[in-house]
């Protein structure tokens, strides 16, 4: 169990204290009214971004966190709220669009996603491939542009961070051998629920690999940073430290 001794372990480091300035920049977060979004959120307002939107599927959730962040942060006018649901293909490309209207990106956080026990078809494919691979990549590429855009009228990288997970490191990922993976993952007779979330996070993973080839193979304008971050296992989600120990130990 080195690997996961080793995961085990990093949950006693304490982290620096982030203190790079972000003066005059626009990010968006999303997934953003709770957890790791909300708490990145609030660093970028502390650290002097002009704007930080809080994308989030309700808005009204995302109001009372952009409160929460006004009160600590003790600076006004910074948060925006914006509906996005993940769920929703159109969403997202509305989403884009208004994304389209800014004066300008520097940083977009692709970091909400789901956990699902039961298996639910969302738009024709599992509801946690749906979240967390197709639509968070389908984003991702439609705010390119405006990245690409800010990274060359202010001569700045900018940044697409995804937010991943090590659990991509527990999966075998069995149907990556079938003919067509989505339809191997969206069909519920072989739906292996305990290991979806993981398998979904290596898509991911393989996703956002396969983005920066392609994006530096484009060889456009405008530099873009494409990462993705593991926040290891934060307080929020350890309580999915049963379902992961099940299939790590399976193996």
Not at 76 to 87: P, R
Not at 171 to 186: H, K, S, V, W
Request: with cysteine.
């Amino acid at each position: 169990m080195g690997g996961m001794g080793k995961i085990m372990r990093s949950q006693f480091i304490s982290l620096p204290y982030p203190t790079k300035k972000s003066t005059g920049q626009t990010i968006i977060v999303t997934g953003s009214n709770v957890g790791l979004g909300l708490e990145a959120a609030r660093h970028f307002v502390r650290l002097d971004a002009s704007k930080v939107i809080l994308a989030v599927r309700t808005v009204k959730k995302g109001e009372v966190a952009a409160a929460s962040i006004e009160e600590t942060t003790g600076r006004k006018g910074v948060v925006e709220v914006w509906e996005l649901d993940l769920c929703k293909s159109e969403s997202v490309q509305k989403f884009a669009s208004r994304v389209d209207t800014l004066d300008r990106l520097d940083v977009f956080m692709a970091n909400a996603g789901i956990m699902a026990k039961t298996f639910t078809k969302v738009e024709g494919n599992e509801s946690q491939i749906t979240v967390n691979v197709i639509n968070t990549m389908l984003l991702g590429i439609m705010v390119l542009p405006a990245l690409r855009a800010s990274a060359i009228k202010y001569n700045k990288p900018g940044v697409l961070s995804f937010t991943g997970s090590f659990v991509h490191y527990v999966t075998e990922f069995p149907e990556r051998n079938a003919p067509n993976i989505f339809e191997d993952l969206a069909d519920e007779g072989k739906a292996r629920m305990a290991d979806r979330y993981n398998v979904s996070k290596m898509m991911e993973l393989l996703a956002v690999r396969e983005l920066a080839t392609k994006m530096t193979e484009s060889k456009k304008d405008g530099q873009v940073i494409a990462a993705v971050v593991n926040p290891g296992w934060p307080r929020e989600t350890r309580r999915l430290m049963g379902s992961i120990f099940v299939v790590y130990i399976a193996q």
